[in-house]
């Protein structure tokens, strides 16, 4: 029998996710001896035994693996054999460069759910439960190697049966940094109106007395506060849309279960799936009728975001606390808690301070949160899922690249800000941080990144931040001095953020449709509407959308009738007092645009496709003003799905590598006076742009013998757009590129700036390599 001795180095997601004991219980089956422990590039083993168990030991690694891990690569290396019986855990190495990965955090699994609520467990009812296979990971951890003393939970001392169960290889709590009991771990309290509420039980039951009384309670999570209220009370929110100062913008809602969650929407396998996931994103579905939630929640939006519990305290939420008629709720609202166009709170003294005008109580814990991180945000278009804010339960799990990077810090945009740091074949997209545009989102945008430099130990060569030389994110990068600043084309970036997600090689060429609603040109214009030939280090401008100057800039944003009559202007339409734009106007508002316009004064330029989706909106009577992104659109789309088997004929006209809007805006205002359908011609303007996408896409691919295209930005976000266009394009046999990992907005914005970044180099670098 021949005998074998390997050095094995398993490398991807493999800490703080049972990856040590799945290796201990292999080899102990097999009978093999060595041992396994951690270190900054990840797991370290070294095995010995026959050739054939030790094979099959390698294979299992990867086959077997834990829920939560994700190997990326096994090293092996034969080594003298060394002898010896049995096969142990060793203590883990801190030296090295970090090449490990840290856990996202987990929703609480099925067996500490049980626990949780059986009576004779040692943890019944406690708040804080988990093991390998759930609960916080990125949230607490404050160095690698993922160990306790790493963490935020290095100031909870193990009591001695939990020091029991974390030394057990076989005990599913072997190393369970965040492992604690009602003996040893955090605490749970409530601040209410009457004073401090102290003990799990007790705090528990007033909230739900609170909630149930029509009270607003800010409660501590996994990443940050929430404020939540009884989803079914018209009042509670209301009060809470009055107090946050968020008149429209839908509020996601919590419920405890898939089961609950029927009664409320439509859920459909990919629906479920997402919604079960240890991810536990809020997930975007269509809300049945008459389920018994305040309209309030989403006022006129036929979506509805949904999350099931996912920490042991939730489900206490939905739970009867024994001995009490406190009364449970079916569905809370569970929206970030913060200020409009603020971080999420995270601090308890800041959320004290920031939330105390909107809060009644504050249900909080004394497990400290290191990482702020907000809900992830998920829907399913064309049947696949996509992201719309890619945070909690994600983050900062890396996006592999095809090709290495240098050490790179991506700065991200202005809304939906992420940023990404990169270094070889890894690209790692933090949390969500929010809209750039308050001094808190800053300052929290500065911690993050030094946090996350300091965690994977990497010191940027080179900054890549977007065009637009007002950008926040531009300036931070100038004023940190952190290494050279490049400048990176907005939609540029967003075709290469699609294209690392898919791992194209360095030298691929996409045609790439990006839409959105606001990016800086190369030309100092507003762009929007592009459509792009190229790569990751360079793009073609191959077409676009007409341009269209924008009175008062951010005001047409935020006033779609501005929009409507700027492009009716730009079509040499006149302002008819029947259309409802000029209605939403009124005369001395019209006046005043129409000096702008002649003048071009307090004009920008744009070609932007978000922006055509507002003015249609308008021109359709559909909404004239909105109080959040992509508001008119959403209506917009959502009447295209009524519409969608009678929808009205229009087509964009094409002079050179403009797409001409007016033949569909010309149509638009013909059909609206014969009466037709509003429906109808919102699903013929999706059908209009989906014809324009194909013909382009067809009249490149035979000019440039390209045949991937890619669908990016922020309009893409449209499920019928995205859909039609999808199975348009793969019928005449492309290759289409679409969003899974990363958000089609601005949320993604910053893995594309990295990567073309990276790509640049890697030019440089081989130009270098052919002179030599």
């Known amino acids: 029998m021949e005998l074998v001795r390997l050095r094995v180095r398993v490398g991807g997601l493999v800490q703080g996710v049972g990856f040590r004991p799945h290796v201990h219980k292999l080899a102990v089956a097999a009978g093999l001896s060595g041992f396994v422990g951690n270190d900054a590039a990840g797991v370290f083993i070294e095995v010995e035994g026959p050739r054939a ?183 509670a929110v209301g009060l809470l849309r009055e107090r946050k100062h968020r008149p429209d913008k839908p509020f996601a809602v919590m419920v405890e279960d898939v089961g609950a969650c029927r009664v409320l929407a439509e859920v459909g396998p990919a629906e479920e799936a997402l919604l079960s996931s240890p991810a536990r994103p809020i997930v975007l579905l269509r809300a049945r009728a008459g389920a018994g939630i305040s309209q309030a929640v989403a006022p006129g939006n036929p979506q509805l975001g949904v999350v099931l519990a996912y920490t042991p305290l939730h489900h206490l939420l939905f739970a009867a606390v024994p001995g009490t008629d406190s009364p449970v709720p079916d569905v809370l609202v569970m929206t970030s808690g913060n200020l409009t166009d603020e971080p999420i709170c995270f601090a308890d003294e800041d959320a004290r301070a920031r939330l105390g005008s909107i809060a009644d109580a504050f249900l909080v814990h004394d497990r400290p949160i290191h990482v702020p991180c907000d809900d ?3 829907r399913v278009a064309d049947g696949a899922v996509m992201p719309i804010r890619r945070s909690r339960g994600y983050a900062p799990m890396p996006i592999r690249l095809s090709f290495d990077a240098p050490a790179v810090l991506a700065v991200g945009g202005e809304l939906k800000n992420t940023f990404c740091l990169a270094r070889g074949r890894d690209a790692w997209l ?29 010191e940027p060569e080179v900054v890549a931040a977007d065009l637009h030389p007002g950008y926040q994110t531009s300036a931070w990068a100038e004023r940190a001095d952190l290494g050279e600043v490049q400048s990176v084309q907005h939609h540029h970036a967003h075709l290469a953020a699609l294209m690392a997600e898919h791992e194209e090689p360095l030298d691929a060429q996409v045609i790439g ?7 800086y040109g190369t030309d100092a214009t507003i762009w929007g509407g592009e459509v792009l030939v190229g790569g990751y280090a360079a793009v073609e401008r191959a077409g676009h959308l007409r341009t269209v100057p924008l009175p008062g800039g951010d005001a047409a944003i935020r006033r779609p009738y501005r929009t409507a009559l700027a492009h009716l202007w730009a079509a040499g339409m006149s302002w008819d007092p029947d259309l409802p734009p000029v209605i939403a106007a009124g005369v001395d508002e019209l006046a005043v645009l129409a000096r702008q316009l002649e003048r071009g004064v307090q004009c920008v330029a ?53 797409i001409d809007p007016r033949p569909v805006l010309r149509g638009m205002v013909a059909d609206l006076r014969a009466g037709l359908p509003v429906a109808a011609a919102a699903a013929g303007f999706h059908r209009a742009v989906t014809d324009v996408i194909v013909s382009r896409a067809v009249a490149l691919r035979e000019s440039t013998g390209t045949s991937t295209v890619g669908l990016t930005g922020g309009v893409f976000q449209n499920a019928v757009l995205l859909g039609g266009s999808h199975a348009r394009l793969v019928g005449l046999d492309f290759r289409v590129l679409t969003h899974a990992l990363v958000p089609p907005n601005d949320g993604g914005l910053a893995l594309g700036q990295a990567a073309v970044v990276a790509a640049r180099a890697q030019t440089c670098n081989d130009a270098h390599n052919r002179e030599d």
């Not at 933090?430 to 994977?456: C, F, N, P, W």
């Not at 449709?513 to 990016?519: E, N």
Request: aromatic fraction near 8%.
């Open 606 to 658: 744009t070609t932007s496709m978000g922006r055509l989706f507002d003015a249609v909106a308008s021109l359709l009577g559909i909404r004239q003003t909105v109080s959040y992104e992509a508001q008119a659109a959403m209506d917009l789309e959502e009447l295209a799905l009524i519409g969608a088997r009678e929808p009205a004929q229009y087509g964009f006209g094409a002079d050179g590598r403009e």
């Open 376 to 378: 992830s945000v998920m």
């Open 53 to 235: 168990g030790v094979d099959d030991f390698v294979a299992r690694l990867t086959l077997d693996a834990p829920v939560l891990a994700r190997v990326d690569r096994v090293e092996r290396t034969a080594v003298p054999l060394a002898g010896g019986a049995g096969f142990a855990i060793v203590e883990s190495r801190g030296s090295g460069a970090v090449r490990t990965y840290v856990a996202p955090d987990a929703a609480v699994c099925d067996p500490c759910l049980l626990e949780l609520f059986d009576p004779s467990d040692v943890r019944h009812r406690y708040p804080f439960i988990t093991c390998t296979d759930c609960g916080p990971r990125f949230t607490i951890t404050k160095a690698l190697p993922y160990d306790r003393p790493n963490t935020t939970m290095a100031g909870f001392d193990l009591c001695a049966p939990c020091a029991a169960q974390y030394a057990d290889p076989f005990d599913r709590r072997f190393h369970a940094q965040p492992l604690a009991c009602p003996a040893c771990g955090p605490r749970l309290w409530l601040e209410g109106p009457d004073g401090k509420v102290e003990g799990t039980d007790a705090a528990v039951a007033e909230a739900q007395r609170l909630i149930g009384a029509g009270a607003v309670v800010a409660v501590k999570g996994l990443g940050g506060y929430h404020l939540a209220c009884d989803a079914g009370s018209d009042e």
């Open 430 to 458: 933090s949390q969500h941080i929010g809209d750039m545009g308050s001094v808190e989102t800053l300052a929290a945008y500065s911690r993050s990144t030094e946090q996350m430099k300091d965690l994977y130990g990497i």
């Open 513 to 519: 449709f990006v839409f959105d609603g606001t990016g």
